[in-house]
């Protein structure tokens, strides 16, 4: 048969197969293969206790949602709860500006506002302040030599073929394990002729095709992908009808490209931007009030999950003041829901949320 090509691709025979994942179910089990752990507890439970190894997240919110946050938070934490995991962390900040990430990581490790940090209005960064994040927190951003930025937008070709010599020379031959972050995929570079669609499926393809070849080359990878959502979700029909009210696979853009390449499907969604009186069928709270102030509630919807059950709801604290999401304790969060149903509001009291939630609205407010 002609088929213009002199390419091969390996097999395995059945007892290589066998074999390989006898060895991974054996790591597994005597704990000297785990999975990226997050600093998400209800999400670590509902995954392989993390994020497994050679894994495709994509990450969406509405507009204003936190997806960034979300993908910042999740890295980081990949970062610093897996310690014996040795990895090189490549972020593609399409969307922002490395000084503008730069400065998100001060704001959420020094939890003071932007507006401090840029000097904005009458509440300027004073000198000893500078300092003090200087030492503090800029030494340590700079101490991170496994952590590098991309801010020049490119097609999907060049990213995986930049991706593909970043493993081949700088993890491999060090053992490392490769994680990229790409946010987002509208901003990605066309090719010439081609759609937006096209291109988000080019570059979907191409990364199901890096996890495998890096797999098949004795290595490991995890990459987030960073989506935008159509606008469906702001319909008449989806909001006046609570079984609808969820983020879903369909909302994505390009989302048949998406939904079959990603392993792990998160969203990030604060159904008060809605106008939602209460979310879902379940009429969980969009918002709480304290002090006459409402402040919205924050989602993770994990609609879709390769290796475990989806759809999952999860309530978090609303910390994007700081660039920062924490999950809300379930026990506190289901007093807040019996108090919303009961009567149509619920507010803050010290008593339920405690000293955490206290610093989140003292951060808002200031």
């Known amino acids: 048969m002609e088929t213009g090509s002199d390419r091969v691709l390996p097999k395995h025979t059945s007892k290589d197969v066998a074999i390989a994942n006898l060895g991974y179910v054996e790591g597994r089990m005597n704990g000297t293969i785990t999975s990226l752990r997050t600093k998400f507890p209800r999400f670590n439970a509902n995954t392989m206790d993390g994020i497994e190894r050679n894994t495709i997240v994509t990450i969406s919110a509405p507009s204003g949602g936190g997806k960034s946050t979300l993908a910042k938070e999740l890295i980081n934490s990949v970062h610093e ?188 969604h604060a159904p008060g931007k809605l106008n939602l009186p209460a979310y879902t069928e379940n009429n969980y709270p969009t918002w709480f009030d304290w002090n006459g102030r409402q402040f919205f509630m924050i989602y993770f919807e994990l609609v879709k999950n390769r290796s475990g059950e989806a759809p999952v709801t999860i309530p978090m604290l609303n910390m994007l003041h700081r660039f920062r999401m924490e999950e809300m304790d379930l026990t506190k969060f289901n007093e807040m829901c019996t108090e919303f149903r009961d009567s149509g509001a619920c507010s803050y009291r010290e008593d339920l949320f405690g000293n955490d939630l206290m610093q989140v609205i003292n951060g808002t407010t200031s």
């Not at 927190?137 to 496994?146: C, G, P």
């Not at 081949?168 to 990229?180: A, D, L, R, V």
């Not at 790409?182 to 002729?193: A, V, W």
């Open 81 to 268: 709860m897996n310690p014996l995991i040795p990895m090189n962390i490549y972020n593609f900040n399409f969307e922002m500006t490395n000084d503008q990430a730069a400065s998100r990581e001060i704001v959420t490790k020094a939890d003071i506002s932007l507006k401090k940090l840029y000097s904005v209005g009458n509440d300027k960064l004073q000198k000893e302040e500078f300092e003090r994040l200087k030492k503090n927190y800029y030494a340590e951003m700079a101490k991170r030599d496994n952590y590098f930025y991309i801010e020049v937008p490119a097609d999907p070709s060049v990213i995986i073929n930049s991706m593909w010599s970043y493993y081949i020379n700088e993890c491999k031959p060090h053992g490392k394990m490769i994680i990229t972050c790409l946010d987002h995929t509208l901003l990605i570079k066309n090719k010439q002729s081609q759609s937006d669609r096209q291109k988000i499926d080019e570059l979907m393809n191409m990364l199901i095709e890096f996890k495998k070849t890096v797999k098949e080359d004795g290595g490991s990878s995890m990459t987030l992908v960073l989506s935008q959502m159509n606008r469906d979700i702001y319909s008449k029909e989806r909001i006046l009808n609570p079984t609808m009210h969820r983020p879903k696979t369909s909302d994505l853009f390009g989302a048949s490209s998406i939904e079959f390449a990603s392993d792990l499907i998160l969203f990030a």
